[in-house]
């Protein structure tokens, strides 16, 4: 599993966003989320993760800290660890981008 | 610096592949490489990081381990810790890909 595309990992999910790991590593997390018109990530933080988001396709309004801003492709979303963060599509069409954790979350 | 769109960090540099940080945190380093026609990264690993490439525009040859794959837009390419890794750009367009890699190097 050396070689993935993000595009044969992506789904819905009925109620809440729908997520797929597309690698993960002793060090790093990387994932693939999916988030219906509506969906949410609540802000929220990780006293000891650092986090990115890179959005892929469609658009989003990302908080990070005290910032909120509406992001689409191309736009990297970065939070420290200890930083709040969280993210919301508010649009009519599905919400696609990468999520990045280090180091992993348990489990 | 939380909100980053990759394209306002784009470059070429002569010799060798033009690279930016997107983020830096305790924990990871976010990248953008961008790797002109000719141009390639030789194998190589990390003994204790994780890293990935995400292939934004152009194609490339990826190595990692045993396995060679021509990747492009969409593609992931995971190298974990102690893998060997590498890439080269033949083609006659502009390779540019994330790098990311936990924890992130000294320096």
Redesign the interface.
């Known amino acids: ?7 044969d990992h992506l789904g819905i999910r009925e109620g809440k966003p729908f997520k797929a790991t ?2 993960r ?4 997390l ?1 994932g693939v989320n999916c988030l219906a018109p509506g969906q949410g990530q609540p802000v929220h933080m990780h006293a ?3 986090k ?1 988001y ?1 959005v ?1 396709e469609g658009e989003g309004v ?1 908080t ?2 005290d ?1 909120v ?1 509406s ?1 689409g492709p ?8 200890g ?1 709040d963060h969280g993210v919301t599509n508010d649009t009519a069409d599905r919400l696609v981008f ?1 999520m ?1 954790m ?2 992993p979350p348990l489990g």
């Not at 599993?1 to 595009?7: I, L, P």
């Not at 590593?25 to 790093?28: E, I, K, N, R, V």
């Open positions: 599993m050396y070689f993935v595309d993000y595009r597309l690698f590593g002793d060090q790093l990387l000891n993760q650092d990115f890179f892929l990302f990070v800290g910032e801003r992001c191309g736009h990297a979303i970065c939070a420290p660890a930083v990468l990045t280090a180091p």
